[in-house]
């Protein structure tokens, strides 16, 4: 397969306003999709932050296999980055991220006061690729009761501001993406979670790849699922079988594919196998 284009229009607009923006923020929080975290990380991201301290996110948690989340959180802790497993849509993420803000910009505090500087909130850039749950994650964390402020000194050109609490402050920012995939596996996995457009990718390759990732780490839930006791090795064989169990078939008796590859990706998008992850922790 060629190398997936994905909106490369936009890409060089998004990285230079992140560069703009980029100094005047004390850390980056990292959005990442926990079901796909490998997949959902912009591989641009570390060399544009640069040294800047950095959060991850593992959002979306709750869709995620919760052994996986624990070693991703481990992971990354492990390469010297913070990092937390979250549901922007339920969790009270101000409590949950607030002191490992202070965490983070320990150091940075410690050497303003040596310098004599007024202790002020940290200020926070937000970033992740499209459908990574960002704008629940901001609205979850601003909040209505949050005060919103608008250009003012030391924020150069920054639209908006969201204060969440006495801790720290949201600078409203641009998404940002990469402008093609080298690896298919990382198209294929991003289009299973909703993050690429289904016309830019063929369907039916999408779904053998998730039937085939299903077979291999989730194999008791595919055959719960769809009736099945045994899982065929080869892949039209499983779709035979999956379409025969559910009864989508055409005159003759021959498998609707179609039918199979749209009621297999929704159920993969809808959760249906349960908390599942597509990219294990190393």
Do not use: C
Request: glycine share 6%; hydrophobic share 45%.
């Amino acid at each position: 397969m060629n190398p997936i284009q994905w909106f490369p229009g936009h890409m060089a607009k998004a990285r230079r306003q992140v560069e703009e923006k980029l100094g005047l923020v004390d850390v980056v929080f990292e959005l990442l999709d926990a079901r796909a975290v490998r997949a959902s990380q912009n591989p641009e991201l570390a060399r544009i932050i640069k040294d800047k301290p950095r959060l991850v996110v593992l959002n979306k948690a709750d869709l995620a296999d919760p052994a996986e989340n624990r070693r991703w959180v481990d992971f990354f802790r492990s390469q010297g980055i913070v990092a937390i497993a979250a549901n922007a849509l339920t969790d009270d993420l101000e409590a949950a991220i607030t002191p490992l803000v202070a965490e983070i910009t320990a150091d940075l505090r410690a050497k303003a006061k040596t310098r004599g500087m007024k202790d002020r909130p940290a200020r926070v850039m937000i970033l992740g690729i499209p459908n990574v749950g960002k704008s629940q994650f901001i609205n979850r964390l601003a909040g209505r009761a949050k005060t919103k402020t608008g250009d003012r000194p030391g924020v150069t050109k920054i639209q908006q501001v969201l204060k969440v609490g006495d801790a720290f402050e949201l600078l409203d920012n641009p998404g940002i993406l990469w402008p093609k995939f080298e690896d298919p596996d990382v198209a294929f996995k991003l289009a299973l979670i909703g993050s690429i457009k289904d016309d830019l990718l063929p369907l039916d390759e999408v779904m053998m790849f998730g039937l085939n990732l299903l077979s291999k780490r989730y194999p008791a839930r595919l055959k719960e699922r769809y009736s099945l006791t045994e899982l065929p090795d080869e892949p039209q064989a499983l779709i035979d079988a999956i379409g025969k169990s559910r009864g989508a078939l055409l005159k003759g008796g021959e498998v609707d594919v179609d039918r199979v590859v749209k009621f297999v990706l929704a159920d993969i998008r809808e959760s249906k196998f349960g908390r599942i992850s597509f990219d294990k922790a190393p």
